[in-house]
């Protein structure tokens, strides 16, 4: 069975079963920044807190570093033997990690061998997400139909966000059910052994995933599928792919994966306070990703983009700015959601935007690799970049790199067409 023989129902199982799958993924890779506080002294050497933090940093970038090989071994693998495949091998990938990470000893039991495993475990995630999103992003937008494809493609970060947000519920009650000692000893470990487990029901949930019909019709047994040559052959959309994605890329990893550290080592909150506030911005950002998605499919998807660009160029600066210098919990509350709200006109969209400039033979690659590449340099860095300037006492020179970033992407938004209006992917309803 294809998509385009699907009732309404088994159609929206489809895209349910392919988000779920994605939430379990995201879970996952967001365990690692949610619990890293409390296990950085576990695979490295006792020294002071910025410098473990910047270890684990460090090797977070290192997973991302790893996505573009997975998006390209992935996303090959998708526009050749079909989405549902690749989707399947991808929980494998991120299940093995997670068991890595759950087994490896610290470093005071096997030395150099923790980091170096813990190191493996991140590459095993990086090649899983790497090709996660360029399938997930296409399966989602050729399987939704075309009036409300921005809507449906939107559930992408629904189910990243998700997926952040139990990483996070899973971080309050393991810190009301154990106190901070059991969190560094031992407890840190649970959430991990919780993912891999929970990628077996992906696992099943995706197996019951249907194909769709473009590729069904038009990449399956086609030579040139998911091919490099093929993909060059599309140099404006690979650019563009990298433009749009730079400076949306680094907000969404600076007001997310590193806003909680921020609050912690930099504005000084208590840790539960600091993830208290990203657990409920996180959870209204969640919300907002459907509604921009739908707004996009009335608009267009290019004015979305504009505004996500120009209020992230004039605001970012005074936003981290103000947050380093906060007193309340709800002022850094409200300045995160604002930020996540600028944020969302790049998230809920940039997935169809990216799926509709490509053809269905290079579709997950095109999606997925020039994307991949461009997180790697700008998103997988955040954390990192972020820490070094704190740590060369110049924090601020973030917020304007930041700042620089979303402008060169606001550039790429102004000359590019309207993906909507130009989409390659036909309507399989």
Same mark, same amino acid.
């Given at each position: ?160 966000? #998700? ?95 590193? #806003? ?170």
């Amino acid at each position: 069975m294809t998509d385009s023989t699907l009732t309404p129902t088994r159609r929206l199982r489809s895209i349910f079963s392919g988000s779920v799958g994605n939430l379990v993924e995201w879970y996952d890779w967001y365990v690692y920044a949610a619990f890293s506080l409390y296990f950085a002294q576990v695979f490295f050497p006792r020294g002071d807190r910025t410098s473990q933090l910047l270890n684990t940093a460090a090797i977070f970038a290192v997973g991302f570093l790893m996505r573009p090989l997975g998006a390209w071994l992935l996303g090959r693998y998708a526009d050749r033997h079909g989405r549902r495949s690749a989707l399947m091998l991808s929980v494998l990938l991120m299940c093995g990690g997670s068991l890595i990470i759950v087994c490896t000893p610290g470093y005071e039991s096997i030395g150099v061998a923790a980091p170096v495993l813990l190191v493996l475990a991140r590459l095993l995630q990086g090649l899983s997400v790497g090709g996660e999103y360029g399938t997930s992003a296409t399966y989602l937008s050729e399987m939704a139909t075309r009036a409300h494809r921005g809507f449906w493609s939107s559930f992408q970060y629904v189910t990243l966000v #998700m997926g952040h947000l139990i990483a996070l519920a899973v971080l309050i009650a393991l810190q009301a059910l154990l106190d901070d000692a059991q969190l560094r000893d031992w407890g840190w470990r649970i959430p991990f052994a919780i993912g891999a487990l929970a990628a077996v029901t992906a696992l099943y949930l995706r197996r019951n995933m249907v194909e769709t019909d473009s590729f069904v019709r038009k990449a399956a047994g086609t030579r040139q599928s998911g091919t490099l040559r093929a993909l060059l052959r599309h140099p404006r959309a690979v650019f563009t792919v990298v433009g749009l994605t730079m400076g949306g890329t680094l907000a969404f990893y600076t007001y997310t994966t590193y #806003m909680h550290k921020f609050l912690v080592n930099s504005v000084g909150m208590p840790n539960r306070t600091a993830t208290l506030i990203n657990a409920g911005t996180l959870f209204l950002y969640m919300l907002m990703q459907p509604l921009v998605g739908a707004l996009s499919d009335r608009t267009g998807r290019r004015p979305i983009l504009i505004a996500f660009g120009v209020l992230g160029t004039l605001l970012t600066v005074p936003i981290l700015s103000a947050l380093q210098d906060v007193t309340t919990a709800w002022q850094a509350f409200w300045l995160i959601l604002a930020a996540l709200g600028i944020v969302s006109g790049y998230t809920a969209i940039n997935a169809v935007v990216k799926a509709e400039l490509f053809p269905v033979e290079v579709r997950a690659l095109g999606v997925g690799l020039p994307y991949a590449v461009t997180v790697a340099l700008f998103g997988g860095t955040a954390e990192y970049v972020a820490l070094w300037f704190k740590d060369a006492g110049m924090e601020s020179g973030f917020y304007w790199y930041v700042t620089a970033c979303i402008g060169c992407s606001l550039l790429v938004y102004l000359w590019m067409p309207d993906s909507r209006r130009v989409s390659t992917i036909e309507d399989a309803a």
